[in-house]
């Protein structure tokens, strides 16, 4: 019972390098989400895809780009990290019949 | 999507009931009240769901008012592994916005 298999589970990057979030779902869900949560924090959401083939911005979508590859997968890319980014990333995934959100375990970035 | 008011935090002796509160005023008639937790900086975790009825699962009980403005979250036997940040949302479209939830510590 995978549920949401987030990759990597930490990662420190240096300012202005970018990188991708993997996430994957193995529930059949239509939709996943991309949310962040600083330090102290509830989370943001960052992104999120209805279904497979669509995408929208969330509350804090600057500097990150997602690309719904799947049914399965959603990934998240920072183009140019910037310290500011620093967090635990979240991704999720939902069965748009009863909308309850199934979470990763989280990615631990550091931006330096 | 309605906001949500909770409170910032709240003790609760352990083996005695947890009654989390959240104010959701501007609540729609289709949106629907959800509950979740996160413990530690784990992933949240879902905990209920309703619409206007009250609602019950092996983890927990909701109680929604009448008027839908406001619904409780009850942990009937908080252990101490119930320690965590309770976050209640109000669903109208097909995604959450979280609050900061209220921080819930179950003492000993």
């Known amino acids: 019972n995978a549920g949401v298999t987030q990759t990597p589970k930490f990662q420190v990057l240096k300012t202005g390098q970018s990188m991708t979030l993997q996430c994957a779902q193995d529930m059949n869900h239509n939709s996943m989400y991309w949310y962040r949560q600083d330090p102290g924090m509830g989370l943001r959401l960052i992104y999120y895809s209805a279904s497979e083939g669509t995408t929208d911005k969330g509350e804090v979508p600057n500097g990150y780009n997602v690309s719904r590859l799947n049914k399965r997968e959603f990934s998240l890319r920072l183009e140019s990290a910037a310290p500011s980014q620093t967090s635990v990333y979240f991704c999720a995934s939902s069965d748009r019949v009863n909308y309850g959100y199934t979470f990763g375990s989280g990615t631990r970035l550091t931006v330096v | 999507d309605a906001k949500t008011t909770q409170p910032p935090s709240m003790d609760c002796a352990e083996g005695r009931a947890a009654n989390l509160p959240c104010n959701h005023s501007t609540i729609s008639g289709n949106e629907y009240v959800y509950w979740y937790r996160q413990i530690h900086s784990q992933g949240p975790q879902y905990i209920i769901h309703?619409?206007?009825n009250n609602e019950t699962n092996e983890m927990a009980s909701l109680i929604i008012t009448e008027d839908r403005k406001s619904s409780t979250l009850i942990l009937p036997h908080a252990t101490l592994r119930d320690t965590a940040v309770y976050y209640c949302?109000?669903?109208?479209?097909?995604?959450?916005?979280f609050g900061t939830g209220t921080r819930l510590k179950v003492l000993a």
């Open positions: 309703g619409l206007k």
């Open positions: 949302i109000v669903l109208g479209t097909y995604k959450y916005i």
